[in-house]
């Protein structure tokens, strides 16, 4: 403290004594300034004009941003709230939340703007890793095209390799047109009838315009399984994986795009056995990860004899595992604001399944959304002819349990909650 002090003086007593400091100054070196710089670092001079003046870089204060617009301390952790009373514009730091914008890459250089924090880097533009591809679906619809990244999931067994397919990396996010009548925009409960909604955080009565304004792409779009399925009627039930009818109507488009397909029960099984087996490839886990067992045990997969583990939470029972390794790791707590799910999925732009937490639509609400993940399976379970207490196959995490995510929760849901959907190519 003494030697900062001390530093001070002398920083001042020579603002006094030397003129060319007291407009501009060199810290790093004795050098002279460049004449149009105000704050010149640098080590040494140049040899040649343009030439290398340093080793060395400049380090930014590293703070944590909890949200990106509002009062500026609102927007810093550990900030007293309206304690930044002067104009800030132009303050730069370089933040550590992976998570302020919810795509889990997003600390880096931010710049404020005077009413909120921009970044300074563009993680959207990051190329492509190895393998994933982008998919447009061209379909009409209400956001216009749709782009969508995906990827070949697979593992090795006694040395074979074994492809599970190429699966969507991101939740769906067709919204028909609005003269689409065969669609109604609302969570009410039906199940004949084909709904769809926006994830909504908060609760309470579904509000159709706050749902759109406060939307996030990332999250996709809600559908009861009649949307998803696109008005597909089930021959007959059953057709769960090990059910006595899997695979009877073959895969069905739904609401995928042409060449793709909401994926069954079995094909859900099969992405979740390979990520099971090559965690390493999908997510951040490295070759030290223990799952316990090693390996993908068949009766997960559903048996007519066994309705449990088969159904409810199946996988690692050390802590790690699948659940995490398919796992986005942001999710949203309250808009515009997000924290970490400890999920372990690489980003979509990397090759991770990114599962999200987009809650669930039911009963004229919007619920769990940061708590909850639910996908459908295009496997109906029980059908009933009426319209009414019908069952389909479906893949969920939920927040903290079980086992802390480690599992993935397979089970069948009323066909009249709406869930997100994911993709599988043909």
């Known amino acids: 403290m003494k030697l900062h002090f001390l530093r001070f003086i002398f920083l001042c007593v020579s603002l006094g004594f030397n003129s060319h400091l007291s407009a501009q100054v060199t810290i790093g070196g004795g050098g002279q300034p460049n004449k149009g710089a105000l704050l010149d670092l640098k080590q040494h001079d140049a040899v040649t004009a343009g030439g290398v003046t340093a080793t060395k870089g400049l380090g930014l204060p590293r703070v944590k941003l909890i949200k990106q617009k509002g009062d ?107 003269t689409d009548n065969s669609f109604i925009h609302s969570p009410d409960e039906a199940e004949i009838e084909k709904h769809w909604c926006y994830p909504l955080a908060g609760g309470g009565l579904y509000n159709p315009s706050k749902a759109k304004q406060e939307w996030l792409p990332n999250l996709g779009i809600l559908y ?10 089930p021959s007959c039930s059953d057709q769960g994986e090990y059910d006595q009818n899997d695979g009877a109507d073959g895969v069905q488009q739904g609401i995928c795009p042409d060449g793709w397909h909401v994926p069954s029960d079995h094909e859900w099984n099969d992405l979740e056995q390979a990520i099971y087996h090559n965690p390493t490839e999908y997510s951040t886990y490295t070759t030290g990860y ?59 732009r990397k090759g991770g399944f990114s599962f999200e937490f987009a809650g669930r639509g039911r009963n004229g ?4 959304l940061g708590d909850v993940g639910d996908v459908w399976s295009g496997s109906i379970h029980s059908l009933n002819r009426a319209g009414e207490n ?19 929760v397979r089970h069948n849901y009323g066909v009249y909650h709406l869930f997100s959907v994911r993709c599988k190519k043909d």
Not at 225 to 232: D, E, L, S, T
Not at 365 to 368: C, N
Request: charged residues 20%; aromatic residues 12%.
């Open 72 to 178: 500026l301390a609102s927007t810093i952790d550990g900030a007293f709230m309206f304690s930044y009373t002067d104009d800030h514009t132009g303050l730069v730091i370089y933040n550590i939340n992976e998570c302020i914008g919810g795509s889990g890459r997003d600390n880096g250089v931010y710049v404020w703007t005077g009413s909120e924090w921009i970044p300074l880097q563009n993680k959207d533009e990051e190329e492509l890793a190895p393998g994933v591809i982008q998919v447009t679906d061209n379909r009409d619809q209400e956001l216009g095209p749709q782009t969508y990244l995906a990827r070949e999931f697979s593992y090795t067994e006694n040395n074979v390799k074994v492809d599970v397919g190429i699966w969507m990396l991101e939740n769906l996010r067709y919204i028909p047109l609005s």
């Open 224 to 233: 009861n399984w009649a949307a998803a399925m696109n008005g597909y009627e």
């Open 290 to 348: 223990t799952f316990n067992p090693a390996s993908w045990k068949d009766e997960w997969n559903g048996s007519l004899d066994l309705p449990s583990p088969a159904q409810g939470p199946r996988g690692s029972d050390s802590g790690e595992g699948h659940g995490y390794a398919m796992l986005a790791k942001c999710r949203v707590s309250s808009l515009p604001n997000f924290i970490t799910t400890k999920g372990k999925s690489l980003s979509p």
């Open 365 to 368: 609400a919007v619920e769990s």
């Open 390 to 408: 019908s069952n389909a196959w479906c893949r969920s995490i939920y927040t903290g349990y079980p086992t802390n995510n480690a599992k993935v």
